[in-house]
């Protein structure tokens, strides 16, 4: 079935710091995926999308690649800044019915000054 | 305005006791959806509805029911509340026209004693 793994936090880093968070991901065909982060207090922001294999999804300074070869979606930001600490959740969406996501569990960062 | 709106935003209750969680979107949407998020594992599908006369069961609707009193609403009833169902519950929606994103609300935190 599908499935989605993202690394377990939480990531602590300082301002500034480059940020990885790995997303691998289980499914038949070709998902989209997608990158969903959580504020405080908040409900659940779409950040980046990637709709087929080598997409490049990229927002707000963060940029994820749908890499097909090694089934993976990995988040990334070169320099994280305080207003950035969250939680993000990876997410795919199977071929056939678009309406059903599988989030992945979270991943909890929190950026120090 | 918020575009996706649930009350209400916390609430305790006793095993037991019949509870409602609403939500209302002003997106024009023709698909919402309720989740449940638990600690470490991420956002599970309770029930899902592509307009109001077609209600879905998710991965997770036992105890739950649903019910879609106009497009723009979408409640969810605890029938018989019980401790395992204190969780965080998200309402969501998406657009077939564009169903990849999915707009959530900012969440109902129920506790149930």
């Known amino acids: 079935g599908n499935s989605v793994t993202q690394m377990e936090g939480p990531v602590t880093l300082s301002e500034e710091a480059f940020l990885t968070i790995n997303c691998t991901y289980t499914a038949t065909g070709y998902p989209s995926l997608f990158w969903y982060v959580q504020y405080p207090g908040e409900g659940l922001q779409l950040l980046l999308k990637a709709t087929k294999a080598d997409d490049k999804g990229s927002n707000k300074g963060f940029e994820a690649t749908y890499r097909k070869e090694t089934t993976s979606f990995h988040l990334e930001k070169g320099s994280v800044q305080v207003s950035d600490s969250a939680v993000y959740f990876c997410a795919l969406s199977p071929t056939s019915g678009t309406y059903k996501y599988i989030f992945g569990t979270g991943t909890r960062l929190k950026v120090l000054a | 305005d918020a575009d996706v709106t649930q009350t209400p935003r916390n609430r305790i209750t006793k095993t037991g006791k019949r509870i409602m969680l609403e939500c209302s979107q002003t997106k024009g949407h023709d698909r919402m959806y309720w989740y449940r998020q638990d600690p470490g594992l991420g956002l599970r599908l309770i029930y899902y509805?592509?307009?109001?006369?077609?209600?879905n069961k998710g991965e997770i609707s036992d105890g739950y029911s649903v019910s879609r009193q106009a497009q723009a609403k979408f409640s969810l009833s605890l029938e018989s509340a019980i401790p395992n169902q204190t969780a965080l519950y998200f309402c969501a929606t998406s657009d077939r026209r564009s169903s990849y994103e999915q707009y959530f609300g900012p969440g109902t935190r129920l506790t149930v004693t």
């Open positions: 509805s592509f307009d109001v006369k077609d209600i």
